[in-house]
């Protein structure tokens, strides 16, 4: 099991609440992720961060926005919920390797119910 | 887009049987990964093939790489009811900007 942790594990709230999704490691890594997977779908890239105070958007766009004032944690906030951001929330992160081997480890996902 | 394409979608085979799936991508890679995924949880990394590799063995599993197909296959052997998951293989673009693209994965069942 890897050292990251995510909560909630699971979310049900109303359209047009605001919510955050917590995501810490205790690994030390400087690079972070957060993708969207739908059931029984691939997984996509909406955020990502390369250490504290940087953060970009993912292939997916995303009306969800992340911070990274810490190295061990990357928020995910949602300002305004809405039924199309149903969906299992995974964070990952990953060590700077020069040759390109990256291993990401996940957390065990978040899964967000908006009514 | 380079994107990872698993098949088959879905596989469901006997205790003690192997168990083989693909996944096809577009572009030149620095490596090729496979996850694992039980229901409702996080990925767990298996295994990783560098592009200049053909082919790599941890445990019961067998990855094999073929760049001038852009495809690799995980063969799982001896399949155990404990192996049912999803499985996933994510690609690493060359020179790239060491993001993961994942596939769609195939969906495993093993029956006892």
């Known amino acids: 099991e890897a050292d990251i942790y995510q909560t909630p594990r699971y979310l049900v709230i109303g359209t047009g609440k605001k919510i955050t999704l917590e995501c810490s490691q205790t690994?030390?890594?400087?690079?972070m992720y957060w993708y969207q997977q739908d059931p029984g779908m691939e997984l996509h890239l909406i955020h990502y961060?390369?250490?504290?105070?940087?953060?970009e958007k993912g292939d997916l766009s995303s009306e969800s926005t992340v911070s990274r004032i810490r190295t061990e944690h990357f928020p995910l906030t949602l300002e305004s919920a809405r039924p199309s951001h149903t969906s299992q929330y995974l964070c990952a992160s990953s060590e700077w390797e020069r040759e390109g081997r990256e291993t990401q480890y996940f957390g065990p996902g978040t899964r967000l119910l908006v009514l | 887009s380079q994107q990872g394409e698993e098949d088959p979608q879905a596989l469901s085979i006997q205790e003690g049987e192997n168990a083989t799936m693909n996944c096809s991508y577009k572009?030149?890679?620095?490596?090729l990964q496979w996850y694992r995924q039980n229901s409702g949880r996080g990925l767990v990394h298996l295994i990783l093939?560098?592009?200049?590799?053909r082919e790599k063995h941890s445990g019961r599993l067998r990855v094999t790489l073929d760049t001038s197909k852009k495809s690799s296959s995980l063969l799982i052997t001896a399949s155990r009811a404990a192996d049912t998951a999803s499985y996933f293989c994510?690609?690493?673009?060359?020179?790239?900007?060491?993001?993961?693209?994942f596939g769609k994965g195939t969906k495993l069942t093993v029956n006892p």
């Open positions: 690994m030390g890594h400087d690079k």
């Open positions: 994510a690609t690493e673009a060359q020179g790239g900007s060491e993001k993961l693209v």
């Open positions: 093939i560098r592009s200049n590799e």
């Open positions: 961060s390369y250490g504290v105070n940087s953060t």
């Open positions: 572009t030149s890679i620095n490596n």
